[in-house]
Nanobody
Framework: VQLVESGGGLLQTGDSLRMPCSPSGRSFSHYYVSWFRQAPGKEREFVAGIRWNTDSADYADFAKGRFIIFRDNTKNTVELQMNSLKPEDTAVYYC???????????????????WGPGTQVTVSS
């Protein structure tokens, strides 16, 4: 599955941003789809994930209350809505998908088979 992210850019503190992830030529059915991010000099970290078939979602602690992950059935995309952005949200954001991602492992990058190229999100103060 080839994943394509879009929607990154340069924003200011407090802005909102919505980023879609789409599977090129396929469906997300039976996949667990997540967003990760990686800031310069830091490890890649889990942001949020959703199981397509059940619509069950998981969030990193820093994302709870500010970010929302959801599926758009009409567009066949997984969307990450980010609100109240902060400078510390600056990172490259990656979409990832796996078809055997069990609940305890959703935050581990190695659990995912497919990755997008990433999109840069920069939040200025």
């Amino acid at each position: 599955v080839q994943l394509v992210e879009s929607g990154g850019g340069l924003l200011q503190t407090g802005d909102s941003l919505r980023m879609p992830c789409s599977p090129s030529g396929r469906s997300f059915s039976h996949y667990y789809v997540s967003w990760f991010r990686q800031a310069p000099g830091k490890e890649r970290e889990f942001v949020a994930g959703i199981r397509w078939n059940t619509d069950s979602a998981d969030y990193a602690d820093f994302a709870k209350g500010r970010f929302i992950i959801f599926r758009d059935n009409t567009k066949n995309t997984v969307e990450l809505q980010m609100n109240s952005l902060k400078p510390e949200d600056t990172a490259v954001y990656y979409c990832a998908a796996g078809n055997s991602v069990a609940a305890p492992r959703v935050q581990f990058p190695r659990a995912y088979e497919f990755w997008g190229p990433g999109t840069q999100v920069t939040v200025s103060s």
